[in-house]
């Protein structure tokens, strides 16, 4: 995987510093879930516009239709408001508003709580703990999923954790290369190992990928086969050129 990674570098920059805070990353999960990332961040920046700094305790005292109305732009408008809504008050009830004493729990008491909480998911606890609070753990999105498996690092029928605890034994201790990791393999999949008609041609991991070297072992096979096949067809031509030779001087005497 060190080698994987060190080809990734050289093609993709990645930005592991997040520009929101925790809380606005709670926010911006809970908007993107059934909707792209344009009207996320149109609903996201609505929302700023409406209530300035986006705090749990302002959201948490906030009208459920002010809430509502600023976030129509990402769908399920109302789903999302509660939620919002919801994780706000819990915020406010059990850490006294202040979200840093909910992240800087133990790491599996953490990510027990974060996973509790409605519309939050192992993957949105997983890049709050890894890039909020230096965790070591992997957040696994459907593009890390499709990678993970193609190269090899994750069985073809491995779940969330199985694929976060296999890429977790591949990576060095360092923190940083776990962010760098984790955004690299987002970028992968995004450009070149796509889940229909991934362009392998293009990629820069092509010549270690599992998948490609055993497309070519399989051509190099074919190909021995059809030479042999020839080879023998050949043989067999010989043979009955031979055969009707010898028929045709013994016809003649």
Known sequence: ???????????????????DNPFEMFIRTILSQNTNDKNRDRAFQRMKEEFEDLTPEKLANSDLKKIEDAIKVAGLYRVKSVR????????????DGDIDKLLTLPFKEA????????????????IMLLFYCNHPTIPIDTHITRVSKRLGFAEQDAKYEKIRESLEKLI???????????LLLI????DTCNAINPKCKNCIVESLCPKIIKKREKKKKKVKVKSKTKRKSKIKVKKKTKTSTKKTKKTKK
């Open 187 to 190: 970028e992968l999949g995004r």
């Open 111 to 126: 990510r027990k709580k974060l996973i509790e909480l409605k519309g939050i998911g192992y993957k949105t606890a997983d």
């Open 172 to 182: 060095e201790t360092d923190i940083t290369v776990y962010k760098e990791s984790h």
């Open 1 to 19: 995987m060190d080698e994987i990674i060190k080809l990734l570098k050289e093609k993709y920059t990645v930005d592991i510093h997040f520009k």
């Open 84 to 95: 919002i809504h919801e994780i706000s008050k819990y915020i406010m009830d059990k850490f």
